[in-house]
């Protein structure tokens, strides 16, 4: 038997009326994607019924970490797509919210021996580099929402701040997703399971997406705008650019599809937003999109901004997510969280194993 009388899995009890609570959820799935308590519930039965669930990638394990003591604390998952970024992030968010380490301590890439991805935790805030691409990005959020369920994290909300080119936008001006879409238009990720193609939609929490519009400033001295992302799963072709290894279109083909995109209300293309939307939609997780444009596309597909330049515009997705989570954070007077976060093995036994795996295994 799966669950006991109440369809409860893990000893949480379920939301079983239609009563919200503090949160707005991104769906209608409540019952299926939460506890009572607000913690994530999987929708996958088969977890509960391992022995142990190894977070391969993530170089963490339910039976060798302590995930409760380690993440219980965590409210806000930020992904961008490289170590170096995130680390810088989990730096700047920690300035930001008054974060203190213990003296002695610095902070910790926590998945350092998956080789995969990085992982860093200030407070409630996890930063984690997703890598490029949809395979890259949906890897890691089947295991960081597993991470959240095994932690018990209650409403957690998911930010990539991240990269893109933009469709008549000046380099530098910062997209807030409120929709995504695939290079074909359509609203969904479509992912082949069992032989099946599966399309689950990408949708991203409107309101978030205004509150965060709303945290742009005129003092900024950058546009922020909101519109639908396209995601691609190429750089080059997939992007219609003209520079790759192969090209088989004209320049005018390549600009007759960008104004196509352009006229659909689409104002970026990047190659992580409706695998990000989906997964956190599907598992009822709060999600948001920020990217800043590296380019204009309309005017061409090389990017050639010098480097500082680049990397002060790609703070930009970062101010404005600290802002936001300052700003959750002081409303809820819950700028100090201490006690959590320290690596915390649970069994040395399989902590060993655990790390062992994920070194020797490609
Ligand atoms: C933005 O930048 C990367 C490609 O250069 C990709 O991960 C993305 O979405
Ligand atoms: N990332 C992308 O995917 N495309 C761009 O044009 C720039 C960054």
């Not at 977890?47 to 963490?60: F, G, K, N, S, V």
């Not at 170590?83 to 974060?99: D, N």
């Not at 649970?346 to 655990?354: A, D, E, G, Q």
């Amino acid at each position: 038997m799966l669950e006991n009388s109440n369809g409860n899995l893990n000893g949480n009890q379920i939301h079983n009326n239609k009563e919200e609570n503090e949160e707005s959820h991104t769906n209608g799935e409540n019952k299926e994607t939460r506890y009572l308590d607000g913690s994530v519930r999987l929708r996958n039965p088969h977890i509960e019924l391992m022995d142990q669930d190894i977070l391969y990638h993530l170089a963490l394990g339910s039976e060798s970490h302590d995930l409760v003591e380690m993440f219980g604390d965590v409210k806000f998952v930020c992904m961008g797509g490289t170590p170096k970024r995130m680390e810088s992030f989990a730096e700047y968010i920690m300035s930001e919210i008054g974060h203190r380490l213990p003296t002695g301590t610095q902070l910790m890439d926590i998945s350092q021996y998956s080789y995969r991805y990085s992982m860093y935790k200030v407070g409630p805030v996890l930063s984690i580099s997703h890598g490029m691409g949809a395979p890259s990005i949906g890897i890691l959020l089947h295991e960081v929402i597993k991470l959240m369920y095994h932690a018990k994290c209650r409403d957690p909300i998911f930010f990539r701040i991240g990269t893109c080119g933009g469709i008549g936008l000046d380099g530098g001006t910062v997209v807030i997703s409120d929709d995504a879409s695939d290079g074909m238009m359509n609203k969904y990720y479509q992912v082949p399971i069992l032989g099946k193609i599966v399309k689950r939609p990408a949708k991203l929490d409107k309101k978030l997406a205004r509150e965060l519009k709303a945290l742009s400033t005129p003092e900024d001295l950058y546009d922020t705008v909101t519109g639908t992302t396209m995601c691609a799963d190429d750089f080059y072709e997939g992007q219609g650019r003209l520079d790759g290894a192969f090209c088989d279109y004209t320049e005018a083909e390549k600009m007759e599809y960008l104004e196509r995109l352009r006229s659909a209300g689409i104002k970026n293309i990047e190659m992580e937003a409706t695998t990000f939307a989906a997964l956190t939609h599907h598992a009822g997780i709060k999600a948001a999109v920020v990217c800043v444009t590296l380019l204009d596309r309309l005017k061409g597909d090389q990017v050639c901004t010098p480097k500082e330049v680049l990397v002060e515009w790609q703070l930009r997705p970062q101010i404005l997510v600290a802002r936001y989570i300052k700003r959750y954070l002081q409303t809820k007077g819950r700028i100090s969280f201490d006690g959590h976060g320290s690596m915390c093995v649970k069994s040395p036994r399989r902590f060993k194993l655990v790390q062992q795996e994920s070194q020797t295994f490609e």
